[in-house]
């Protein structure tokens, strides 16, 4: 059964960072492009960073030069360093599996709040 584990979130200031840590479980992960999405209230959700199994990555323009999307095959983690962060950040983030061509097995969230 796969199982996705998100932590990190907080409540920061404008401008600072935080590091999101998603586990997962029940999966070869190296195997997988995984995910980071989130989705504010009243929003939908969107793709934030995605990593693939060989170590490529793709970013939402908004958050472009700001996060880092990271992997760690021997923990079955992947990692958003998030950067410079502003009040429009604020969501609750997800991380998910990619698997035939779709997203899914979601994690209950982390929620990021920015203040300004």
């Known amino acids: 059964q796969v199982q996705l584990v998100e932590s990190g979130g907080g409540l920061v200031q404008a401008g600072g960072s935080l590091r999101l840590s998603c586990a997962a479980s029940?999966?070869?992960?190296?195997?997988?492009?995984m995910g980071w999405f989130r989705q504010a209230p009243g929003k939908q959700r969107e793709l934030v960073a995605t990593?693939?199994?060989?170590?490529?990555?793709d970013y939402l323009d908004s958050v472009k030069g700001r996060f880092i999307i990271s992997r760690n095959n021997g923990r079955n983690t992947v990692h958003l360093q998030m950067n410079s962060l502003k009040p429009e950040d604020t969501a609750v983030y997800l991380c998910?599996?990619?698997?035939?061509?779709?997203?899914?097995?979601w994690g209950q969230g982390t929620q990021v709040t920015v203040s300004s």
């Open positions: 990593i693939s199994s060989n170590g490529s990555t």
């Open positions: 029940g999966i070869t992960f190296r195997l997988y492009t």
């Open positions: 998910a599996r990619r698997s035939g061509g779709v997203y899914g097995a």
